[in-house]
Nanobody, 122 residues
Framework: QEQLVDSGGGLVQAGGSLRLSCAAS????????MGWFRQAPGKEREFVAN????????SYADSVKGRFTISRDDDKNTVFLQMNSLQPEDTGVYYC???????????????WGQGTQVSVSS
């Protein structure tokens, strides 16, 4: 079983950057696909990015391609989301998640972090 702790959120101006981290405490981190999702006020949770085991492949939502980069450090059981050129529409609570499949569906992820708030001002 994995326990995930998200961190790194904050308030930034449009065009700024943030780096989110997600630390896992279980023993199966390296075997899991890791993902980031976000939820804006009044909207459903949406896929942002995922990274396969050993980091051999990544996938991004169209809205963040070219601006966000997901990475993982299996030695430290941590996954990162580097967010550049942030826009107000990127505002929301960001959650990391772990699961067995390289999927963009939240139902395919079994473990979730508590979320970290990202707010981008115009």
């Amino acid at each position: 079983q994995e326990q995930l702790v998200d961190s790194g959120g904050g308030l930034v101006q449009a065009g700024g950057s943030l780096r989110l981290s997600c630390a896992a405490s279980g023993r199966t981190f390296s075997r899991n696909v890791m993902g980031w999702f976000r939820q804006a006020p009044g909207k459903e949770r949406e896929f942002v990015a995922n990274i396969m085991r050993s980091g051999f492949a990544t996938s991004y939502a169209d809205s963040v391609k070219g601006r966000f980069t997901i990475s993982r450090d299996d030695d430290k059981n941590t996954v990162f989301l580097q967010m550049n050129s942030l826009q107000p529409e990127d505002t929301g609570v960001y959650y990391c998640a772990a699961g067995p499949l390289g999927s963009s569906r939240s139902d395919d992820y079994y473990y979730w972090g508590q979320g970290t708030q990202v707010s981008v001002s115009s």
